[in-house]
């Protein structure tokens, strides 16, 4: 990327060592406060995350603050709301009342619920429900939904 030298009004290459300087200042705290999410309005495939810190410098987000991002929110995908979903109206089906009061459900519960689940969905209507654009658009209307205070 080139700037302007004002000065002489030739371009000239970004100086490396402020960049380098302010790309590890954005950078320097655990977890970004807020999160731009920059999003392809037709596929609703997310196309960039950006972070921004206590002083509002935004920095797009690395791997590794992804994955340090990921686990800090917990477990929870759609996905697996999905299949909870699907488990509880077999339940339903089944007879069976709802468990308000459940206890979180341990890692080792969820992996077996998604190896026993996932055959059952991919043989039912559900299967379409699971699909990744399906999802990515779900989530777009949502976000837009809420950010207007719209529901449904």
Known sequence: ????DNARGKSRAPDKKNSARKSS???SEPHPDLLTVTIDTKTGQI???EG?????AQHELSDEEKASLAKKTGRATLEAIIEEAFEAGIACGL???ADEDEPVESEKDANLRHLLLRPLIENSAAKRLMRRDVLSRAILKTLIGDGTGARG
Do not use: P, Q, Y
């Open 1 to 4: 990327m080139r700037t302007i």
């Open 25 to 27: 200042a954005d950078t």
């Open 52 to 56: 921004a810190n206590s002083t509002r």
């Open 95 to 97: 007879g069976e009342e």
């Open 47 to 49: 196309v960039k995350i």
